[in-house]
């Protein structure tokens, strides 16, 4: 083992300490050696009798340090040290060191909390902060806790916050800090071009590292399609040169090669996602340039999906990147953005457990046995709305009960150790005799790149079934794992493959069986009720339904990336306890009715309507009570409501009305579709309510009309601004000397007398009528002699017979 790496200063404090306590952190800078000499360094202590676990963010990392390890032992990986990912491994009896995926080792941890001949479990690059790191490490401190006080827990990493980590390893944690080895490092701002698709820019960046610089050049891609666009540019103007990429879909044979030297000594170019920040020393570089870009997976709750989303790279991941130059000498870092924009970029790139979808880490802590994820010893703990959609979405596999607890179902999907979908997908098809095409499928899902691009799931399972490669041979063997598991747990069938594929895929997925919407085949509505769009140049167009594997995007709209087509014969014969016959009540705005129709539905998908022969009419009434109230100003009279409100009798407030419409307002709607009910038995049903007290009250306080000294009725209005008031024509008055009032008689309100000529103009508004007759009435009878000279117009009019008559008539009329 060599002893010139720097992690070799720190480590007799760190064995020391561990000799001590069972928890520590270890910060030490890219370089340092932290991931392949801590573990070795372990082996000889006098507490370390069993195993020591070295978890990996990634496959290609795990393969790469257990591969390193076992080199500097002079031996081969699966002796002393061995490694454990999904698609590989190499370990045996005498394994001590076994580096496995973040992934694996919770799996491992559910299926034995106490970890049994293990005595040491390191966690390495935690500061990425994936899910499975944070889940891994809060169920180790619980088993730590609880089962194990003698299992040692080391936090590694390079850039973490070592006092929170500590703080949360528990009392007397301590945190130990390596220097770390400081080779020369140039930072070159090449700046960014908005115009400049990042491809064409990276290429142009790598051509020019490639001109002035020396050694091995490490180009940081966000993803794959960059990586291929910017290779297919690289080889067109460096034909000679090696230029390979590395990211998680290439073959393990093909990513040892991008991490070595060339065997002949040629200089290289390798194209890297994020999988080359850290864990990892790639032989031979000292250029790296940098795009500033990351990529990483996102739920949208809203949608049910989780999409690749695109991000400036945070600062903590620039320095990691730049650092890849300088792990074995001096070296440049190019970087395609502005030196004065750095600052702005984020400090850290966010925990996955606050972007994630978090329905695997739920089901997964309720098998663990905890009712409430967040209650475990996290970090940053889970978001309560993502924990909610979690939720929603394992009750409706049938995996949790309504309190939190895990079903014998939701067991099972557990114990496939596959995203809780993808586990329900396979266990169904172990139960109908289809297990191998459902793990298929779910390989599928989860390896983008087997049996090559489209979104018809279909055909590249027909591919990957006929590809040889090593890597799909490897993925079959995996898929035959999963199956063979799941058969297990349901006694499962002989397989007779019978089941269609796509009825497997709705199985795990049924929230999106997804019909289409237009002629196109570009919209689509899925059965959870959210929107999908394809290319209309896909195959899967012409389909009417589709199964949904995959979709990238928002929630309104989110792409269809994998699919497979549907027939909906299949999902009434595989699915008829998805779909529902439901009655449906409609209020039809505007007919200003209920519409009481059949529904056979499949979710947010209509499979069939009809009208409703028998409705349930109680429904329909509360329906109508509804939608009364909601209008209640327009359906009840508005001059009973001013009246109520002038008078201030409560029981008629409308907030009061509201509350006691059963009461009032129900008997009146009882069989009807529709409000088209007389206002006057509206009126008179609300005033029901009300006592005989309170109605005398009401009718003293405002009463409806006003009666002239000359027998004529006057509606009076109680709603204006200047209420009460009413309008009167000014003969009808003659003869009354007092102003009428409203209400008691000692207290009463006066009534404002809106008076007009026997036209019906108005002549003038006054709440003194003696007032009146003894002011103004001199200049309205000058002028209204003239214009109605038929009428009565005396100079006292007070004193005077009140008639609406003219004045022939009133003069022949007996008096």
Not at 120 to 128: G, K, P, Q, T
Not at 158 to 184: H, N, Q, V
Not at 384 to 412: F, M, N, V, W
């Amino acid at each position: 083992m060599s002893a010139d790496l720097p992690i070799h200063a720190v480590l007799p404090e760190l064995l020391a300490t561990l000799r001590e306590q069972t928890a520590a952190v270890l910060v030490a800078p890219p370089g340092a050696g932290k991931t392949t000499a801590v573990a070795p360094a372990l082996l000889g202590e006098p507490w370390c009798g069993g195993q020591i676990i070295l978890t990996s963010p990634r496959r290609v990392a795990a393969r790469a340090a257990a591969e390193r390890m076992a080199q500097l032992l002079g031996e081969s990986p699966g002796e002393t040290v061995g490694y454990l990912t999904r698609l590989d491994s190499r370990t045996s009896a005498r394994t001590r060191i076994l580096v496995m995926t973040e992934a694996i080792f919770v799996n491992r941890l559910l299926d034995d909390p106490e970890l049994e001949g293990v005595s040491a479990v390191l966690f390495d690059e935690a500061h990425e902060r994936h899910l499975d790191s944070d889940l891994g490490l809060a169920l180790a401190l619980e088993s730590r806790a609880a089962l194990r006080e003698d299992l040692r827990v080391l936090v590694m990493s390079a850039t973490i916050d070592g006092a929170r980590f500590a703080e949360l390893l528990g009392e007397g944690a301590r945190t130990i800090a390596s220097e770390g080895r400081a080779y020369p490092l140039r930072i070159r701002w090449l700046g960014s071009s908005p115009q400049m698709r990042v491809e064409d820019a990276m290429a142009q960046a790598v051509l020019t590292a490639w001109r002035e610089e020396e050694g091995d050049i490490l180009a940081f891609l966000p993803g794959v399609g960059e990586i291929e666009r910017v290779r297919e540019r690289l080889e067109a103007r460096l034909p000679d040169v090696p230029i390979l990429p590395l990211h998680g879909q290439v073959e393990p044979a093909m990513q040892r090669g991008a991490i070595r030297r060339d065997p002949q000594g040629r200089r290289r170019i390798v194209l890297a996602s994020a999988i080359a920040e850290t864990s990892i020393t790639l032989e031979g570089v000292s250029v790296v340039v940098d795009s500033g870009l990351s990529r990483r997976a996102e739920h949208d709750r809203a949608a049910g999906t989780t999409h690749l989303v695109t991000h400036r790279a945070s600062q903590a991941a620039a320095t990691q990147r730049a650092g890849r130059a300088a792990r074995q000498g001096p070296g440049v870092a190019y970087r395609l953005w502005e030196e004065g924009g750095h600052k702005g970029r984020p400090r850290f790139d966010p925990p996955e457990i606050e972007t994630a979808d978090l329905a695997p880490l739920v089901l997964k802590t309720a098998l663990w046995g905890s009712g409430d994820p967040a209650a475990l010893p996290w970090l940053d703990g889970p978001p309560e709305a993502s924990l909610g959609a979690a939720r929603q979405k394992l009750e409706g596999l049938g995996a949790l009960h309504l309190d939190g607890r895990i079903t014998p179902r939701g067991r099972k999907l557990a114990e496939l150790a596959l995203d809780p979908a993808q586990a329900a997908m396979v266990l169904f098809g172990a139960e109908h005799g289809a297990a191998r095409e459902a793990a298929r499928i779910a390989v599928l899902l989860q390896e983008r790149n087997l049996g090559g691009r489209g979104e018809d799931l279909a055909g590249r399972l027909q591919r990957w079934n006929a590809d040889r490669s090593p890597k799909s041979e490897a993925s079959r063997k995996l898929a035959e794992r999963w199956a063979e598991r799941a058969r297990g747990l349901v006694n499962g069938k002989d397989e007779r493959e019978a089941v269609p594929h796509a009825i497997l895929l709705a199985a795990g997925m049924p929230d999106t069986i997804a019909r289409r919407r237009d002629a196109s085949g570009e919209h689509w509505l899925a059965a959870g009720g959210r929107g999908f769009v394809l290319d209309p140049a896909s195959p899967l167009a012409r389909q009417d339904w589709l199964a949904i594997g995959d979709a990238q995007g928002q929630a309104k709209g989110a792409r269809i990336t994998s699919a497979l087509p549907l027939e909906e014969s299949d999902l009434e014969c595989w699915m008829p306890d998805r779909i529902e016959r439901r009655q449906v009540l409609n209020w039809n705005e505007s007919a200003a009715r209920v519409e009481a129709r059949i529904e056979r539905r499949l979710g947010a998908i209509t499979l069939a309507t009809g009208s409703d022969p028998s409705p349930d009419m109680a429904a329909i009434t509360d329906i109508l009570v509804e939608k009364a109230v909601e209008k209640l100003g327009e359906v009840l009279p508005p001059a009973l409501l001013a009246r109520a409100r002038h008078a201030g009798i409560d029981a008629l407030s409308p907030e009061n009305l509201a509350q006691s419409a059963e009461q009032w307002l129900a008997p009146l709607l009882a069989g009807r579709r529709d409000l088209d009910l007389a206002a006057g038995k509206l009126a008179e049903a609300a005033v029901g309510l009300l006592d005989w007290d309170t109605r005398q009250r009401l009718d003293l306080l405002a009463p409806r009309a006003f009666t002239s000294p000359a027998g004529s009725t006057h509606e009076i209005d109680y709603a204006g601004d200047d209420a009460p008031s009413t309008e009167v024509r000014v003969q009808a008055l003659f003869g009354l000397e007092r102003h009428p009032m409203i209400g008691p008689k000692e207290g009463g309100v006066p009534l404002l007398l809106k008076l007009t000529s026997p036209a019906g103009r108005p002549l003038q508004a006054t709440r003194d009528l003696p007032g009146f007759w003894r002011g103004s009435w001199a200049d309205v009878r000058k002028e209204m002699k003239g214009r109605y000279p038929k009428h009565r117009w005396p100079e006292r009019p007070w004193t005077e017979a009140p008639s609406l008559k003219t004045k022939n008539a009133f003069s022949k009329s007996p008096r």
